[in-house]
């Protein structure tokens, strides 16, 4: 059973601020800001290493999966077979952005 966060006030007649509950709505629905696109690249190009870093990008990060940029489909399938151990890697690196998952997308 899921249990409900609670943000009711006794202090003041039950009346909770916004600026008082909003960063904890934040923290728990997962809705920090995610770093900058640029780092997650390098640190992406660290993980996967050559010849895919070169050719590959982060498109972005939704819902902890991150979206890869791939130039071809024979890349999608190649980088599938070693998603474990990417996630793993980024995993780690990244580890305040919760990845979940890593998804490839064909992009020229």
């Not at 009711?8 to 920090?32: H, M």
């Not at 995610?34 to 982060?58: A, D, F, H």
Request: glycine residues 8%; without cysteine; proline residues 4%.
């Amino acid at each position: 059973m899921k249990r409900k966060t609670d943000f009711r006030s006794s202090s003041n007649g039950g009346i909770v601020r916004l600026a008082d509950v909003l960063p904890q709505l934040i923290t728990k629905y997962g809705l920090q800001k995610p770093r900058n696109i640029e780092q997650m690249t390098q640190v992406w190009r660290k993980t996967v290493g050559e010849p895919y870093g070169s050719v590959t990008r982060v498109i972005g990060l939704k819902s902890g999966t991150v979206e890869i940029a791939v130039p071809h489909h024979a890349f999608v399938q190649e980088l599938s077979f070693r998603q474990s151990e990417l996630l793993a890697g980024l995993q780690t690196a990244l580890a305040e952005e919760k990845i979940k998952r890593i998804k490839f997308v064909v992009a020229s």
